[in-house]
């Protein structure tokens, strides 16, 4: 079935829950490993150890950011990067919005390249039309912001910010 990665770990919350089992970022911050039930999580589940910490820590995130991952609107990839910088609500819009616009970017330059391509050819073949319209339709259809986007969004933010405080 297909599921979102939020719905997935909302499942896992609930199956632990069922077992009395406790998992990192649903029952607090992480501690000692062997306090935690993910590996036999992972074994119930037949999946890796690293796919059930991963999804927890999506339950460690404001609502606003699980809901954009659920939504589609952020990569659960994103989602697990901006768990790791720990960014705070306030500063989570602003991430969100420079995120977008380098998405955009990135998304108009693959586009661009391949009309290049075409152009320095003198001509379209099916397959680079093809691409071009694909290209256009999965970024107008998803406006997803991937990981590696979040993470320079949060860097530059944080850039930002920092000057600002020495101004």
């Known amino acids: 079935k297909d599921i979102t990665p939020v719905e997935f770990a909302l499942s896992l919350q609930a199956i632990a829950a069922e077992k009395k089992w406790k998992l990192p970022y649903v029952d607090g911050k992480p501690k000692a490993k062997g306090v935690y039930h993910v590996a036999e999580m992972a074994k119930l589940l037949k999946c890796s150890v690293a796919l059930i910490t991963e999804h927890c820590k999506l339950l460690a995130l404001p609502p606003k950011v699980q809901k954009k991952v659920h939504e589609g609107e952020l990569a659960s990839r994103g989602g697990f990067a901006l768990a790791t910088l720990n960014v705070d609500e306030d500063t ?36 680079e039309a093809s691409k071009v319209t694909m290209a256009a339709a999965k970024a107008e259809k998803k406006k997803r912001v991937e990981a590696g986007t979040v993470k320079a969004a949060a860097a530059k933010v944080a850039q930002s910010k920092k000057e600002e405080a020495g101004k």
């Open 92 to 127: 989570f819009a602003e991430v969100m919005t420079v995120a977008e616009q380098l998405q955009e970017k990135k998304e108009e330059k693959k586009a661009k390249k391949v009309e290049e391509k075409a152009e320095k050819r003198g001509k379209v073949t099916p397959t």
